[in-house]
């Protein structure tokens, strides 16, 4: 993991549950420094929804900033580059059976993360339909995702800009 990240062009964060997903990779012995060393292009993907228990109440800016402290080595931030940030917010239904699960809509605080020196790009990033529960699967899952076409083609459309 290492050499792959010494050689990477970028390094993507997310999305995913931010302290049980996303943060666990930064405490591997050496890789936050190795990232942290890196000129790649960090990006990370915010959530489109809170996480009971987790992430509750929390905007975009939230996200950022809280991977940018564990990004930070011996007192030395370095910043994400980009925040991919979905601005749809989902239809009341879809708002209403996460708010029995108590989780929100993550509302992107453009201005927020500017103020972080991250760049904001915001775009609606919701799939069509919903997803369930696999057969046999103990966890609750998301109801909502990313499309992957469309944060796969901002992610294409920011490396073909830094190049």
Do not use: C
Request: aromatic content about 6%; glycine content about 6%; proline content about 5%.
């Amino acid at each position: 993991a290492l050499e792959v990240l010494e050689r990477a062009d970028a390094i993507i964060f997310g999305p995913g549950d931010l302290f049980t997903s996303v943060l666990p990779n930064l405490l591997v012995r050496g890789i936050k420094e190795r990232i942290a060393a890196s000129r790649a292009k960090k990006i990370m993907i915010t959530n489109i929804m809170t996480k009971a228990g987790q992430t509750d109440g929390f905007r975009a800016s939230d996200f950022v900033r809280i991977l940018n402290a564990y990004l930070t080595v011996k007192n030395v931030a370095r910043p994400l580059d980009v925040a991919i940030v979905n601005n749809k917010k989902p239809d009341a239904s879809l708002l209403a059976a996460y708010k029995k699960q108590k989780a929100a809509y993550v509302e992107p605080d453009l201005p927020a993360i500017k103020a972080l020196g991250v760049t904001p790009v915001a775009t609606p990033l919701v799939a069509r339909g919903t997803f369930g529960k696999a057969k046999g699967d103990r966890l609750q899952r998301s109801m909502l995702r990313h499309d992957s076409e469309k944060t796969a083609s901002v992610i294409w459309k920011l490396l073909a800009s830094a190049l």
